[in-house]
């Protein structure tokens, strides 16, 4: 009659059921009975590492592989303990020495390519990447790092290639499937699909406003600055809308002018950050442009911060925008800028996923929607792969 699980076994499953404590005391029991044990001290290093003490970790990790260098698994927990730690180098070496235990290892031909991408290596980290997919073509976290890596490294050709395997694999996914429109510009949508929006935000949110940070993003900045300039922003009485708000970057500029602040977003994950803000009377969970349309004549003032980038065509939006506004009330919004030479399309999406527009054609579906424009500035939004992206700041008045 077989035994049940062992120890070492008993001690994984608590492990990976998150009773961190239980597990630690397992393993210490067996090192009590087996100093030398490699799995004991390989998982107990793990444990060290999740609960924020990596070096504890690597120690424990090198121990395990001093009794049995053999272990690939370990080889790569090092690798990614040491990727942590901010040792790119050194996990490296973790990761190659598992490729040489273990060639077809997915995980080990993944991770070191990532560890390229941080040494800002991109044809070595693109190798690795393609290997790993090659091994398991249904790889999704592989064929997305893939993807984006080609994006960054400006092979926009490959990076559509890479989203569409990805859709292959993940049909219903919104992610690739907008931004294989993106990088292909085959089958584009008149607008990103609200899932598609939802779900990228809601996986971004947690570094939204680190990352924003790093590229310059000034949007926020310059639409306070002017809105200033078109409106009594003194009285703090105005009933303000922050369309698409994100984590409510916006609010605390807009909050100085505003008697009612209000915040809608797709994004739960990101309206759990915007609430933390404290500066917002309400937030919503809802589309925008339902939103909009929904509270005719509510607000003096409608403000989107780099939302309508996430719509081609905009007189949709215009028109929702309007019919929210209070007569005389204002839209102020920031656009990425499109070439409007003679000739030139109206919008155009971009590989990165967002929605260029024309100055001419902004100009048009505000005059259409029944908004007079008070100003279209030429802006720099943000840094995108080191290049400045330009943008236009607007600002229109509801007629009547």
Not at 150 to 158: L, R, T
Not at 261 to 276: K, P, T, W
Request: proline fraction near 5%; charge should be negative.
């Amino acid at each position: 009659m077989a035994g049940g699980p062992s120890p070492i076994e008993r001690a994984v499953a608590a492990h990976r059921a998150g009773r961190h404590k239980e597990a630690e005391t397992a393993y210490r029991r067996i090192l009590r009975q087996r100093p030398r044990d490699p799995d004991a001290k390989h998982y107990l290093g793990l444990l060290n590492f999740q609960r924020g003490d990596p070096e504890t970790a690597i120690r424990m990790i090198r121990d395990s592989l001093q009794v049995a260098p053999g272990n690939p698994h370990a080889w790569i927990n090092l690798g990614n303990v040491l990727m942590a730690r901010g040792t790119p180098a050194e996990a490296q070496q973790a990761y190659e020495r598992a490729l040489e235990l273990a060639p077809d290892s997915v995980e080990a031909w993944y991770d070191l390519g990532i560890c390229h991408r941080r040494q800002k290596d991109g044809a070595r980290a693109a190798v690795c990447l393609i290997e790993a997919v090659r091994r398991r073509p249904d790889f999704v976290t592989g064929l997305e790092a893939l993807a984006r890596l080609y994006y960054q490294v400006g092979q926009i050709d490959k990076a559509a290639d890479a989203y569409r395997k990805w859709l292959e694999v993940e049909p219903d996914n919104p992610i690739p499937r907008h931004m294989a429109a993106a990088t292909s510009h085959r089958e584009v949508p008149r607008r990103a699909d609200d899932d598609y929006v939802k779900r990228l935000f809601d996986e971004f949110a947690g570094r939204f406003d680190e990352n924003l940070a790093d590229l310059g993003y000034r949007a926020p900045q310059l639409l306070a600055e002017t809105v200033q300039r078109h409106t009594d922003w003194t009285g703090g009485r105005l009933d303000v809308l922050d369309a698409g708000c994100g984590t409510g970057l916006c609010g605390p500029l807009l909050k100085p002018g505003a008697g009612f602040l209000c915040g809608v977003d797709l994004s739960v994950r990101m309206l759990a950050h915007a609430e933390e803000r404290g500066v917002y009377d309400e937030l919503h969970e809802a589309e925008l442009c339902a939103y909009m349309r929904a509270r005719p004549a509510s607000f003096d003032l409608v403000v989107a911060a780099d939302t309508l980038v996430y719509f081609g065509d905009l007189q949709e939006a215009m028109d929702a925008a309007c019919l929210s506004l209070r007569p005389a009330g204002l839209l102020a919004f920031t656009v990425e800028k499109l070439d409007d030479s003679p000739g030139c399309e109206r919008f155009r999406i971009e590989p990165h996923g967002r929605y260029a527009h024309a100055r001419q054609y902004v100009a048009a579906t505000l005059h259409d929607a029944g908004l007079e424009v008070l100003d279209i500035e030429d802006v720099v939004l943000r840094q995108e792969r080191g290049v400045a992206v330009a943008g236009l700041a607007v600002v229109a008045r509801r007629k009547g």
